[in-house]
């Protein structure tokens, strides 16, 4: 008996860049080659991590919904492990299809959706690529709040002890 299930997938960043068909179809492909019916597989978001995946600091995630024999969890659990492309993955069992879900895998074909270029109006610091932020130094801060701070730091933290 076929089970309906939702699954995310994040994806690594560079194959994402690179061709978004061709990260989406590391998912798809698994799913397929486990007797998987794939209903609906599009991109959700781009995001930093809050702890580095095999080195990564940034994924994108694609979020999939499919029919699936639940015998052939295990063996599709498996190849996904064995992924490098694929960061992490959560699969679990849904009730329904959320409603809208199939037009927006849709209009994503239909646009022939490639990953954007970030705004011009943001600053390079918050979309930044992953080799830039591993070149950027981490945690330093300007000059100016350096100064302010010397000589002045053990006052402040005597002042956060005392409204404790």
């Known amino acids: 008996m076929t089970q309906l299930y939702e699954g995310m997938f994040l994806l690594d960043n560079q194959v994402v860049r690179d061709d978004w068909g061709r990260a989406k179809g590391v998912v798809t492909e698994a799913l397929g080659k486990h007797g998987a019916k794939v209903v609906s597989a599009r991109r959700w978001d781009e995001r930093r991590l809050a702890y580095p995946i095999r080195g990564r600091k940034r994924a994108t995630y694609l979020l999939a919904y499919f029919e699936q024999d639940g015998q052939a969890a295990q063996a599709l659990r498996h190849d996904l492990d064995i992924d490098e492309r694929v960061l992490r993955y959560l699969i679990l069992a849904a009730d329904a299809l959320p409603e809208g879900e199939v037009e927006k895998s849709e209009a994503e074909l239909q646009a ?9 109006d943001e600053s390079p ?6 080799e830039e932020e591993e070149a950027a130094p981490g945690g330093e801060r300007p000059a100016e709040e350096e100064e302010s701070d010397s000589g002045g730091g ?7 002890e005392k409204e404790d």
């Open 112 to 120: 022939g959706f490639s990953v954007p270029p970030p705004p011009d």
């Open 125 to 130: 610091g918050e979309v930044a690529t992953e």
């Open 154 to 160: 053990e006052a402040a933290e005597g002042d956060e």
